[in-house]
Nanobody
Framework: EVQLQASGGGLVQAGGSLRLSCTAS????????IGWFRQAPGKEREGVAA????????YYTDPVKGRATISSDNTRNTVYLQMNALTAEDTAVYYC?????????????????????WGRGTQVTVSS
């Protein structure tokens, strides 16, 4: 059974940092791009960042550009999302998502990232 296990969420003060982890099991890690999406109360779900473990290509959405870094450890089937300079706008449930990777997504990656597998979310709360 495919599993995406997200961890690392919690309560952090504004201006602080955190690192989310997503560990995948029971599928070929290199065949998928792994992304992070988030959803805040009363808001639509939005993409945050994604990476192709196969070729290392990374993708970010504008709200987190310059503050987030996504990386992968292929030996551990794990993707990390480092986020810095957190604000209350970053408060959301963060989901780890796997999408079968057919090649670079290009602009608007988050609209093309369909998500074959979704993990349970991890709550991130930023206090101001």
């Amino acid at each position: 059974e495919v599993q995406l296990q997200a961890s690392g969420g919690g309560l952090v003060q504004a201006g602080g940092s955190l690192r989310l982890s997503c560990t995948a099991s029971d599928f070929r890690f290199d065949d998928y791009a792994i992304g992070w999406f988030r959803q805040a109360p009363g808001k639509e779900r939005e993409g945050v960042a994604a990476i192709s473990p196969r070729d290392g290509t990374t993708y970010y959405t504008d709200p987190v550009k310059g503050r987030a870094t996504i990386s992968s450890d292929n030996t551990r089937n794990t993707v990390y999302l480092q986020m810095n300079a957190l604000t209350a706008e970053d408060t959301a449930v963060y989901y780890c998502v796997a999408d079968y990777y057919l090649g670079p997504y290009g602009p608007g990656w988050d609209k093309r990232f369909l998500g074959d597998y979704w993990g349970r979310g991890t709550q991130v709360t930023v206090s101001s």
